[in-house]
């Protein structure tokens, strides 16, 4: 209503990083499966060197299997990550450098329990394995000498 606009703008945090940590709080006191989704895709799209397709982030980030379409599904959960990420052609973006900074460095503890490294060794892990479920010789069947 209009007299509660300036009750809502004095409860509006001033600095970024207030605003990134406000965020930060609602994504942990969504319900818990929520929140670990949430921890798992901010995950990955932050240890990953360039914006990921939905469909790498669906493996990636090894979320629920039973989904009819994961473009859908996974375009969901990342909505659910607050205003940290956004969708452009089917990729994955963080929103500014300084959401990424943000989470990498002060929300560290919250997304990356485990460290960063742990995340990167998942990513490669996973990689592998789809690749090795995916390769074979001679794919193209170009019959090379």
Not at 34 to 54: D, G, K, M, N, T
Request: hydrophobic letters at 40%; proline letters at 3%; charged letters at 25%.
């Amino acid at each position: 209503m209009s007299w509660e606009v300036l009750q809502v703008l004095d409860e509006v945090p001033v600095e970024l990083k207030d605003v990134y940590r406000r965020m930060i709080e609602r994504i942990k006191e969504s319900r818990r499966q929520r929140s670990e989704l949430c921890r798992q895709v901010l995950s990955i799209i932050i240890a990953a060197y360039r914006p990921l397709h939905l469909q790498e982030l669906y493996v990636l980030s090894s979320l629920p299997t039973q989904v009819q379409n994961v473009n859908q599904s996974i375009t969901a959960i990342v909505r659910m990550c607050g205003s940290f990420l956004t969708i452009r052609n089917d990729n994955v973006y963080i929103i500014h450098q300084s959401a990424k900074d943000f989470l990498s460095e002060e929300a560290s503890p919250d997304i990356f329990p485990c460290g960063i490294w742990d995340v990167h060794h998942s990513i490669f892990s996973k990689s592998l394995q789809v690749m090795s479920r995916t390769l074979r010789r001679d794919m193209y069947s170009l019959h090379t000498l």
